[in-house]
């Protein structure tokens, strides 16, 4: 289990001593690069996060608080997560495509005690978290804002608050099924070690340039690729989002990539990517998402490289991988990560199973969550006596020990990357005129690996349209949870137990999105 150092800047916040440590005494070297910037230190990152601190104590933001952000990927918003975790508070960052109605919900249940948003949204959002009891306070794309202002004003210096392995350091929102989101409380312990773990495993160095097109509202883009960078002292080619065209401008330049399959399926789309252009890369990883056998065998063909999937999700942060040398296998997420334990149970006893048979993916080691936010009932429900989590997925593991990812107990889609829960939009859908009843599943997309699709069965002949179905859900809503695809049917299928059958269903329209 990670310690913080004693003798490490920070010493004390074991989360900000493993952060700084790689590069400590080392100031100048280049943190981040971004086009249209002058190249960020890492002397210049962790005095921007020390400001970053001072400001948020100045607004009076203590240990132990909450600080949430909605706002566009700059590196200012990395310094202020980094300030939360200098002024020993915990971060919680909310998706950019989350509407008005679920920010209410995030902030009322986790009461934070400041609130960023982007300037554009504060008409909207403002009032919200005042009500939630927030101090509000602005960032935009370009880092600007009230919040760069009170840090600006602030500064350096900034004496790191002293939280161990337990203290909570973040908070990422999940939902269940059924009932309301779930806030996965990490702590230190948790996102230090599997850090640390996952610099090991994937072999990263001071060397190495990492190309960052992911989003940092997300475990994926935040947690590990920035933490990975970190602990290791290597530097970012930071892009504000995802564009074919920069990721391939920057592959001569860098070592890495990290993204989900639609990175790959859009790259490989892309006419200028040769083996030439990635002649300089050593690692691209997969992950968020399931990646298509197909996609797969099409990257090794025009690049040479074979992709390294992974597998995680918001409670553990990274589980297993496949492995750095030895055969990355299409259709796995590979093996157990070093300290993390991997067992596949009987989803009705609870009895491990033995290798080769399907079953509930049971989760073990420092990376697991400490539990879900106010919500203990629900912890005890999914987080065994023994330490080991209830993940919800559907896996099996081979004879040698391959993990494979075989479903989800729940309906889970995944699509982008991003988790969409079923019950979610069909409640939405269901309080619309005409419907009877809805059913979301999830599609074999090319470029999400899921995409979200709602069969509906209308009350009435001529009840329901389509694309009224879709106008309807626009504002309410995040865009990724929104139905790409809706079919209109009489009834919806049922097993003998009056339980909707949604394999029929998935079967069915499998190839909805095919053309």
């Not at 947690?223 to 065209?245: C, E, H, M, R, W």
């Not at 056998?293 to 995680?312: C, D, K, N, Q, V």
Request: net charge negative.
């Amino acid at each position: 289990m990670p310690t913080a150092p004693t003798d490490a800047p920070y010493a004390g916040n074991l989360l900000a001593a493993a952060l700084r440590a790689p590069s400590a005494g080392d100031e100048g070297r280049v943190f981040a690069a971004q086009t249209g910037r002058a190249d960020l230190t890492y002397g210049a990152l962790w005095d921007g996060a020390e400001r970053m601190a001072a400001a948020l104590t100045a607004l009076g933001v203590k240990p132990g608080d909450r600080v949430a952000m909605q706002a566009e990927k700059s590196l200012e918003a990395v310094q202020l997560y980094l300030g939360v975790v200098l002024a020993g508070a915990a971060f919680l960052p909310l998706n950019t495509a989350y509407v008005p109605a679920e920010i209410a919900f995030f902030l009322t249940d986790a009461e934070p005690a400041v609130f960023v948003c982007d300037p554009g949204a504060l008409a909207a959002l403002g009032p919200i978290a005042e009500k939630a009891g927030a101090t509000v306070m602005t960032l935009d794309a370009d880092g600007k804002g009230t919040m760069a202002d009170a840090a600006s004003a602030e500064a350096p210096g900034f004496a790191a608050v002293a939280r161990g392995r337990d203290d909570l350091a973040c908070i990422l929102y999940t939902s269940g099924t059924t009932g309301r989101s779930k806030g996965a409380m990490l702590t230190h312990g948790n996102l230090a070690s599997n850090a640390e773990t996952l610099r090991d495993y994937w072999r990263f160095t001071p060397a190495d340039r990492l190309i960052h097109a992911l989003p940092i509202f997300h475990a994926h883009g935040l947690y590990v690729a920035l933490n990975v960078t970190l602990v290791a002292g290597g530097s970012l080619i930071f892009q504000p989002k995802f564009d074919p065209d920069a990721v391939l401008a920057a592959m001569p330049s860098a070592t890495s990539l990290m993204g989900v399959p639609t990175f790959y399926t859009r790259l490989l789309d892309h006419p200028d990517l040769t083996r030439e252009v990635v002649a300089g890369m050593r690692l691209f990883v997969s992950g968020s998402a399931p990646m298509l056998a197909e996609t797969h065998a099409r990257w090794t063909e025009a690049t040479g490289h074979r992709i390294l999937e992974r597998y995680g999700m918001t409670e553990t942060s990274m589980n297993a991988s496949n492995p750095y040398e030895g055969d990355r296998r299409p259709g796995t997420v590979g093996f157990p990560l070093p300290g993390v334990e991997i067992i596949i149970t009987d989803p009705e006893t609870g009895a491990q199973l033995p290798a080769g048979e399907t079953g509930m993916l049971e989760v073990r080691g420092p990376n697991v969550f400490k539990g879900y936010w106010r919500m203990p009932e629900k912890t005890a429900e999914e987080k065994r006596e023994n330490g080991f989590f209830i993940t919800g997925d559907l896996a099996q593991v081979s004879e040698d020990g391959y993990v494979s990812i075989v479903g989800r107990a729940k309906d889970l889609v995944i699509s982008g990357g991003y988790n969409v829960y079923p019950k979610e939009v069909e409640g939405l859908i269901d309080d619309l005129p005409g419907v009877k009843e809805s059913a979301v599943i999830g599609l074999p997309h090319p470029d999400f690996g899921e995409g979200v699709a709602a069969v509906i069965a209308e009350a009435a002949p001529g009840s329901v349209d389509a694309e009224a179905v879709k106008a309807a859900l626009r504002d309410r809503i995040a865009r990724y949870k929104q139905p790409r695809a809706v079919f209109v049917v009489d009834e919806l299928p049922r097993n003998t137990m009056g339980k909707v059958q949604k394999n029929v269903l998935r079967e069915t329209y499998k190839d909805a999105f095919a053309g």
